[in-house]
């Protein structure tokens, strides 16, 4: 039987309201004897069972639930959440190889991630729970999927907050090697031992189609990465420019253009300036792109983020024609779609233009959004036209 966590009135009541976290000053009681990474039953002042939780003795976030039942966390368990994490991306997607296939909390696995491209699969474990059962998940993928291969990219700095180190490497199979997907007729290439994160941004995937969908005339994709939304754009415009201030990246960008014979110039330098130099000359663009890494790490940077998400969405409605389209996104949690809105309605008001919203979006569907959880709808995403 697992030890016992107890929690506040407070704690109970954010459990009762849906959302799966506890944090550590709605600890009443710690559970006796647990180890970092031990699942423990959570139980409010009356000792009456609320959930089950992974332990965590050093995050702020001190208890992740991951059932309300009282059933054994066991690898049947995992087995049966990633089988059911599994079957809504083939209702969604069908048998694309590229998905995010495990979206933490979104899929009732907190604390883990993984994208799977074809054969591989790519996972994050950032806290100690799902660090220490990465053998048994790889396992479980590689016996589900038919996975050849299964690759942790366990090096982002969050894990440091739970007293994890960074390290990436092989856990199953060989390494692939660079990898190609698709999004939509675009051919996508990927390293998923030298790229950012999990290789790539699916996330905003739909979204890059329904840029392409826009796009005509003079393009701008401003922080490319990789060239995945000049990539949909350079479909349909006469000319497309992308820029990147990463060197790897600006290379992995021109190697994409080149495998989808695109004419795409790739700009390798800072989005600030290209638009603060841009607004100098008369608007002569018909679609900005904005999709800039999260300018909000934390609720004190906010006030540092507005001003950035403030300058680029009024730089580029200073260069774009009447009738041009802003495609403006953030991935910043802590800058709410109210937020962006209010940013891009400040940037309209500043460069004294009227301004359309067409369309408001998210992540893509391979990215689900738990209600009660404002955490997992991180990613926002604006069409703008500029009549």
Same mark, same amino acid.
């Given at each position: ?152 990219? @366990? ?51 739909? @979204? ?180």
């Amino acid at each position: 039987m697992e030890p016992a966590a107890t929690i506040t009135r407070r704690g109970a009541d954010r459990l009762a309201a849906g959302h799966p976290w506890i944090y550590r000053s709605d600890v009443e009681k710690p559970p006796p004897g647990a180890r970092a990474g031990d699942v423990v039953a959570v139980a409010d002042g009356r000792r009456r069972f609320l959930a089950k939780a992974f332990w965590s003795e050093r995050s702020q976030i001190a208890l992740r639930v991951v059932t309300r039942d009282e059933e054994p966390v066991d690898e049947a368990f995992f087995a049966a959440r990633l089988a059911s994490a599994a079957e809504l991306r083939r209702r969604a997607f069908g048998d694309e190889p590229a998905v995010r296939l495990v979206h933490g909390e979104a899929d009732l696995l907190p604390g883990l991630v993984v994208d799977r491209y074809g054969p591989a699969a790519v996972i994050q474990t950032p806290i100690p729970a799902t660090d220490r059962r990465k053998e048994m998940l790889a396992d479980l993928l590689v016996r589900s999927l038919g996975l050849s291969c299964v690759v942790e990219r @366990n090096d982002a700095r969050v894990r440091e907050l739970e007293g994890l180190d960074q390290r990436k490497g092989i856990l199953r199979g060989a390494d692939p090697g660079p990898l190609e997907y698709r999004e939509g007729a675009a051919r996508m290439r990927l390293d998923l031992l030298a790229g950012q994160k999990t290789g790539a941004f699916l996330d905003q995937r739909e @979204n890059r189609l329904r840029a392409g969908e826009y796009a005509r005339g003079r393009c701008l994709d401003c922080f490319t990465y990789a060239g995945a939304f000049a990539l949909q754009l350079a479909a349909r415009a006469d000319e497309v420019t992308a820029v990147e201030m990463q060197a790897p990246a600006a290379r992995q960008a021109r190697e994409n253009a080149a495998l989808n014979g695109a004419r795409i110039e790739v700009v390798e330098g800072n989005a600030f300036d290209l638009l603060r130099d841009e607004a100098e000359k008369p608007p002569s663009w018909d679609l900005v792109v904005l999709d800039p890494p999260a300018f909000a790490k934390n609720k004190a940077s906010v006030p540092a983020a507005r001003r950035g998400y403030k300058e680029i969405n009024l730089r580029a409605m200073q260069i774009l024609k009447p009738g041009g389209i802003l495609v403006s996104a953030s991935c910043s949690y802590h800058v709410p779609e109210a937020m962006l809105e209010e940013i891009i309605h400040e940037a309209a008001r500043d460069a004294g233009r009227p301004a359309q919203v067409l369309e408001r979006r998210g992540a893509a569907r391979d990215h689900p959004v738990l209600l009660g959880v404002p955490e997992t709808r991180y990613l926002k995403c604006f069409v703008v036209r500029l009549p």
